[in-house]
């Protein structure tokens, strides 16, 4: 049965709903493009047709005066990354083709896609479409492609990484040069830098969503949220007041001695370790432990002129016992302002764990406190009058 909208008797050009015997009326889907009997109750009339009177001959049938098929071309292309390599699994869709009929693809090893939709179909209806790529860590780029009628258009997208942008400054907002940088992302994978000598810093890479933001003397991270185009921020240090080396160990050996030498502020080298715990008055040694499980802390501080002495300062341990570091369980923690910024393992240096000295880290402070850390992490030959 075919109403008109509307009622009235039909005529060539009128607007019309057409309906079954049993009463479902037929509409066009727009997932699939068919026409197809709907059974929704009440029926709400979604998909009009035309009406055209064409005409007819016995024996011959309809003369349709023409008759086509929807005008459309296949949508192609690769998608890479910022260095021109392949994007695997990356997402490409296209918007402005029907309203809620979805054209999309994931590419290939290669970096290739093809667009299709729900159930396959790759020929997309001509007209000028948007399209759409995206892939984790990276950031969204959108292309307009103007589809033909026939054959295939090739859509082709680049697309940069998602960076965590910023600077470090200090507690005077002036740049901090040197400074790690660590940045989180959404994964949970830790991203270190360092800072330019402007202070400025770039980590690509970074997984989308929530993540954190920390430097050197921060108490806590900064919290931060990172979108596909990526984000700048800033990281401010606190005034830095003091910089500790902290030794631990277990019950054996009994005697483990923590050494450094730095810069004196007059040209020459300090050493400190447990017969000359006070060399200058920047640096000290809190104590020395000989007989059982201790800590023995140095501290850098500032000095009397209210900056620290610039230069580099070696930290190493002294096994006095003379057996060997493997069942010590010795650890190293350096902390900048009471706060944790990085945990040594004797286990986990390199070398020969039956030598006496186990070389931990060089640090290098600058006048306000930053500092930058040069992990030594060996075993190896000395004595007590060794000095880096």
């Not at 970074?206 to 990172?226: N, Q, R």
Request: hydrophobic share 40%; proline share 5%; aromatic share 6%.
């Amino acid at each position: 049965m075919i109403d008109k909208v509307g009622g009235g008797k039909i005529a060539s050009g009128d607007e019309v709903a057409i309906k079954s015997l049993s009463g479902f009326y037929f509409r066009e889907d727009p997932r699939s493009l068919n026409i197809e009997a709907d059974s929704r109750s009440p029926f709400q009339v979604d998909t009009t047709f035309v009406i055209e009177f064409l005409e007819a001959r016995p024996g011959l049938g309809v003369r349709i005066s023409d008759l086509r098929c929807r005008d459309c071309a296949t949508v192609t292309g690769t998608i890479r990354d910022a260095t021109g390599q392949p994007l695997y699994g990356a997402h490409v869709q296209a918007s402005g083709v029907l309203e809620n009929h979805l054209f999309d693809a994931v590419t290939a090893a290669d970096g290739t896609y093809t667009l299709r939709d729900a159930v396959g179909r790759t020929c997309v209806p001509s007209g000028n479409i948007t399209v759409q790529a995206s892939a984790a860590r990276h950031q969204i780029r959108n292309v307009p492609v103007p589809v033909p009628v026939e054959g295939g258009v090739v859509a082709d997208l680049l697309l940069p990484w998602t960076e965590v942008a910023g600077n470090v400054v200090d507690d005077l907002a002036r740049p901090v040069p040197g400074a790690e940088v660590v940045i989180t992302g959404s994964d949970g994978t830790q991203n270190r830098v360092t800072t330019a000598p402007e202070g400025t810093f770039t980590v690509p890479r970074i997984a989308h969503g929530a993540g954190a933001a920390w430097t050197l003397g921060m108490v806590s991270p900064m919290d931060i949220s990172v979108p596909p185009e990526g984000i700048h921020i800033v990281l401010k240090t606190p005034r830095v007041t003091t910089i500790e080396l902290i030794l631990d160990w277990g019950v054996q050996p009994y005697d483990l001695d923590a050494h450094m030498s730095g810069p004196d502020n007059a040209g020459g080298r300090f050493h400190v370790h447990w017969q000359n715990m006070k060399p200058v008055t920047h640096a000290e040694l809190d104590t020395d432990i000989f007989n059982k499980v201790g800590k023995e802390r140095v501290t850098i501080r500032r000095t009397a002129e209210e900056t620290f002495a610039v230069g580099e300062y070696r930290y190493w341990i002294y096994n006095f016992s003379r057996s060997s570091f493997t069942d010590s369980n010795a650890v190293v923690i350096v902390r900048v302002n009471e706060v944790q910024v990085r945990r040594y393992v004797v286990a986990e240096a390199t070398g020969n764990p039956d030598e006496d000295i186990w070389r931990v880290v060089d640090v290098t402070v600058d006048a306000t406190g930053n500092l930058q850390m040069l992990d030594r992490q060996t075993v190896e030959a000395g004595d007590e009058n060794t000095i880096y």
